[in-house]
């Protein structure tokens, strides 16, 4: 199969930025990357404390930085900051062709702030700033969560000319408090005569998480037309998200920005994992394919889709009135969104702060082990 006829080739084609949701030192030296990059069509990475928290536990790879930073006396927090930053910087330098042949779309390399910061505007603007300043690399991305005090914080970022991953979305009325978030932003990058061509964001809305929540919920109701509803609202919000996108930009006040050289901030599905296994394994990529969009995958994903994705075009304009559909439905069988956006934010908070403590806990042994 040639690369011009695989099945992510024509992913692609339909305008949707492959990206590999995954980093560690061994895929950075092994030169797998690279393969992914002329051989699957990936334009772009993303991290999270939790694929970190796996990096550093199975990767001998660390080791010899590990022994450095504890002979200089480091501390953990100090150790994690150094070793996840240089991964960064160098999958960054990597996917730099990408980014350069892209005008700054793709070859992106996300990294997020510390997830106990989710509520504390103050301290992400803080490590949002330190982490872009060591990275050192105009293709990075810091992703921030989109908890309330973070929509300050991603404000506050974009206005200081930092490229934005915005995280852990999961409602419709949260998203567009993001986009409000990063126009915002953006105002405040022109006022203060930053380049606005140079800022790039994306809003990562989660869709697996969505459906896995609402199933349950409807297993829980038991009836034939809840049943029948299952594995359907996750998609039905991302295709309602993407009209949120199409829409936020039409407006007067986005319309300005954009003549002043802005970009938009493109959706970027995520959880995209299929955990239902009586579901296609490619089913959030095959079914979010649409036009300026990013999906982060899994390995296992992005092979599924490599081997088997059967990319049908645009699977997404003009699909909000049967999504619209789809959620009243749920919501006659009693089933609260608001309900379930919030808790899944506070589950997304609380399972990423799991996985910090988990990466804090593997370099302090490796650290002591070093000594």
């Known amino acids: 199969m040639s690369t011009e006829t695989t099945p992510t080739a024509a992913l692609s084609a339909v305008g949707v930025s492959i990206w590999l949701d995954d980093l560690s030192r061994e895929r950075i030296n092994s030169g797998g990357i690279q393969t992914l990059i002329a051989e699957r069509n990936v334009v772009g990475i993303t991290t999270n404390p939790t694929i970190f928290a796996a990096a550093l536990a199975k990767g001998e790879a660390y080791d010899a930085q590990v022994a450095e930073l504890a002979a200089a006396g480091k501390t953990v927090t100090e150790a994690v900051f150094e070793i996840t ?59 921030i969560p989109a908890t309330v005090e973070g929509l300050e914080a991603i404000t506050a970022t974009i206005g200081a000319g930092i490229s934005v991953n915005v995280t852990l979305i999961f409602s419709l009325e949260r998203y567009r408090a993001v986009i409000n978030a990063y126009l915002t932003g953006l105002e405040q990058a022109k006022a203060a005569g930053i380049d606005l061509s140079t800022i790039h964001s994306v809003a990562s809305f989660f869709v697996s998480r969505v459906d896995s929540e609402i199933n349950n919920r409807l297993d829980a109701v038991g009836t034939d037309e809840a049943t029948a509803l299952k594995s359907k609202a996750g998609v039905a919000n991302a295709q309602l998200a993407y009209e949120v996108f199409e829409q936020a930009y039409t407006t007067e006040r986005a319309a300005g920005l954009l003549a002043a050289g802005a970009n938009k901030q493109r959706p970027l ?88 403590n988990e990466l804090l806990d593997t370099v302090s042994a490796a650290l002591e082990a070093a000594k």
């Not at 990294?111 to 872009?132: C, S």
């Not at 889709?305 to 645009?314: S, W, Y």
């Open 85 to 143: 930053t240089d991964d960064v910087a160098a999958a960054s330098d990597i996917f730099r062709p990408v980014f350069d042949s892209t005008a700054g779309f793709d070859g992106r390399v996300s990294i997020e702030v510390e997830p106990g910061f989710a509520h504390d505007a103050a301290a992400t603007i803080a490590q949002a700033k330190d982490l872009w300043a060591k990275v050192n690399r105009p293709n990075a991305m810091i992703k």
């Open 269 to 356: 599905w995520a959880s995209t994992g299929v955990k239902d296994p009586s579901l296609p394994d490619t089913l959030y990529v095959t079914e979010l394919a649409v036009a300026d969009v990013v999906n982060t995958m899994p390995e296992k994903t992005l092979e599924a889709t490599f081997d088997h994705g059967v990319i049908e075009g645009d699977r997404v304009t003009g699909s909000y009135a049967a999504a619209n559909a789809v959620l009243d439905a749920i919501a006659a069988q009693g089933i609260s969104y608001d309900d379930v956006t919030a808790l899944l934010e506070k589950e997304g908070v609380e399972k990423f702060i799991v996985s910090w």
